[in-house]
């Protein structure tokens, strides 16, 4: 792989490259790295490869390392240990490299855009990577730059099947149908490098929580955005890390802040961001949260009538309107895999059914698990009992397991219902 002046690789970005450097391993996908090695040195190197490969290699990776039920019970504790450090910090793009792409980028010399600029990142992820910097008017800001090479490197991704099939095999994908789904995540993923489009993002959910006193949403800094560069406020505070050491009542106030993040965006403002990275919060006293990335959104205001009526059915405990409910979503057919489907549903909708409820990472693993029993499941029926999910389902799946994953890591007892009723009259 190549290196920059100062000795940090550069981004493989033809689908050659970056599927022989996968290929060196021995095997056909990054999932399939991460379950068939051993714990240990291997779950190091399969760090190393996905962090320095970035684009959605890189993104399994860092689901692996916080999605409970993706790597074998046995090989997680090695494998989270060592993906942990791509979780939070991926390799870093160079500062010549980066320099050159904000000044293309704004159009104009950092030192005219900035007072100050930290060559040093804060934080690198699998897209770009962010740079501390102060304005003229002495404000401080976080600045998102995407990775050079890293479009090119995705839509080699993109043309990877192989890839494709790994990340949607994660997220339950043998159940959709296969056209549609990868369209959806093609969409997603090349909107995730536009971030023009997550500045508009942005400011949908700003609007949508803006009065809340516990959700917060950077202020853009439009003047210092563009297609490849993204510039707000600077938030300060804890880490995931940090919080989930953080005392009870303080980890329980902003698993409450985290829900109804979650769950308004969807049941009220029709969003759904798609990307509970435990990299994307910043903790502080009193239960507020702030949020960091909104790369991937997705519009949910066709589903939104039919999750409104089974969140209000499970808020009532209902569980008669709660099936019902199910089955007009998922469009199914009567039969084995429906009552699965109903049942695995009625599993994931458990912290409203029996709220308070306490998140365990057991519980969150329980998700990808009864997912792959659906698959499973499926390929043994015949056609008028078998129906695929709807493809918008798919990043459904990925916040599902995501965010009961980050949840669990607060272990906190939470009335996730009371925190959903007090905002769902609104939607």
Excluded at 156 to 163: E, F, G, K, Q, V
Excluded at 233 to 256: K, M, N
Excluded at 290 to 299: A, M
Aim: neutral net charge.
């Amino acid at each position: 792989m190549a290196n920059d002046q100062d000795g940090q690789r550069r981004v493989p970005e033809s689908r050659l490259g970056r599927f022989a450097r996968l290929a060196a391993m021995g095997v056909r996908t990054g999932a399939s790295m991460l379950v068939e090695r051993g714990g240990g040195s291997a779950a190091e190197h399969a760090a190393e490869v996905l962090g320095h490969l970035r684009g959605l290699a890189a993104k399994v990776g860092q689901m692996a390392s916080y999605v409970d039920g993706l790597v074998p019970e046995q090989q997680a504790p090695a494998f989270e240990r060592a993906l942990e450090s791509l979780r939070a910090q991926a390799p870093r793009s160079s500062r010549e490299a980066i320099r050159a792409a904000v000044e293309e980028d704004l159009g104009a010399p950092i030192d005219t855009r900035f007072a100050e600029w930290e060559d040093a990142p804060i934080a690198s992820a699998s897209i770009g990577q962010v740079h501390r910097a102060r304005l003229h008017d002495g404000r401080e800001v976080a600045v998102k730059v995407q990775h050079p090479g890293i479009a090119r490197a995705v839509e080699s991704d993109l043309a990877n099947a192989s890839l494709l099939e790994s990340f949607v095999g994660a997220l339950g994908g043998k159940r959709f149908d296969t056209r549609a789904m990868l369209e959806v995540m093609r969409a997603r993923f090349r909107e995730e490098l536009d971030y023009a489009h997550e500045a508009e993002s942005l400011r949908a959910f700003g609007r949508l929580h803006a009065g809340d006193p516990t959700v917060r949403v950077p202020a853009l800094v439009d003047e210092c955005c563009g297609a490849r560069v993204l510039t707000t406020e600077l938030a300060r505070g804890a880490s995931f890390e940090q919080a989930c050491a953080a005392p009870e009542d303080e980890r329980r106030a902003w698993a409450q802040t985290m829900w109804r993040f979650v769950f308004k965006g969807t049941l009220v403002g029709g969003l759904l961001n798609a990307d509970p990275h435990p990299g994307n919060y910043v903790f502080q006293e009193g239960g507020r949260v702030t949020f960091l990335d909104f790369g991937c959104i997705q519009s949910f205001a066709e589903r939104r009538p039919f999750a409104l009526r089974i969140h209000r059915a499970a808020l009532a405990r209902d569980e008669g309107e709660f099936a019902r409910g199910v089955a007009v979503m998922v469009a199914s057919k009567p039969g084995p895999l429906e009552d699965l489907a109903i049942a695995y549903t009625r599993r994931c909708f458990e912290p409203l059914f029996g709220s308070p409820y306490r998140i365990t990472k057991g519980y969150a693993a329980s998700m990808v698990e009864g997912m792959r029993e659906m698959a499973v499941l499926g390929r043994k029926l015949p056609m008028d009992q078998f129906f695929t999910m709807p493809p918008e389902m798919l990043f459904v799946n990925r916040l599902q397991f995501g965010f009961y994953s980050v949840l669990a890591r607060l272990d906190v007892e939470c009335d996730y219902a009371s925190v959903e009723s007090a905002f769902i009259p609104q939607a």
